[in-house]
């Protein structure tokens, strides 16, 4: 709710927050349900598929520099690195200097995975963007950069 004598400008960036507030998640939470359900195999807790991503993205990350990144404690990152491992989709190599720390990897069934759970989430969004009008296409478009600065702002450790 806008304070008296707010600008017009707060104004417009407190709806902007507030509705990015309930329609981003409300967008992840759409393409999750239907990646569930067209997936053959069961899909991942969100917290073992966050992590699978960051170690995708940075392959021979340590299990603290992935709590850091996650904002989670690192016997939670231990527990959810021993259950993807279990299941095949991590491997662990020991640093040749120091023994303690192990390094991260997704396994090919991983990468695989998340390949295919990228191409239908991209294939959602790409069918849902094809019944927008131009318009709205350009302004989404348009939006990606600043969305993508947004994320780094809010959660800089992933990034």
């Known amino acids: 709710m806008p304070t008296p004598g707010a600008s017009p400008q707060d ?4 709806r902007t927050a507030a509705v990015l507030a309930v329609c981003l998640p409300a967008l992840s939470r759409a393409l999750d349900r239907r990646v569930a359900r067209d997936l053959p195999y069961p899909r991942l807790p969100e917290a073992q598929l966050a992590l699978l991503r960051l170690v995708a993205d940075r392959e021979g990350v340590t299990v603290r520099e992935c709590a850091d990144a996650l904002w ?12 993807l491992t279990e299941q095949g989709l991590l491997e662990r190599r020991q640093d040749a200097r120091d023994k303690r720390v192990a390094h991260l990897y997704p396994t090919d069934t991983a990468r695989s995975r998340l390949a295919e759970v990228g191409d239908l989430k991209a294939g959602y969004v ?29 959660h800089p450790a992933t990034h």
Do not use: F, H, I
């Not at 989670?72 to 259950?83: D, W, Y």
């Not at 790409?126 to 348009?142: F, K, N, P, V």
């Open 72 to 83: 989670m404690k690192p016997n939670n990152v231990s527990a959810l690195v021993s259950a």
């Open 11 to 14: 104004t417009d960036t407190d």
């Open 126 to 154: 790409g069918e849902a963007l094809e019944s927008l009008t131009d318009g709205e296409r350009d302004a989404l478009g348009s939006a990606l950069g600043a969305l993508q600065s947004l994320t780094r702002r809010l």
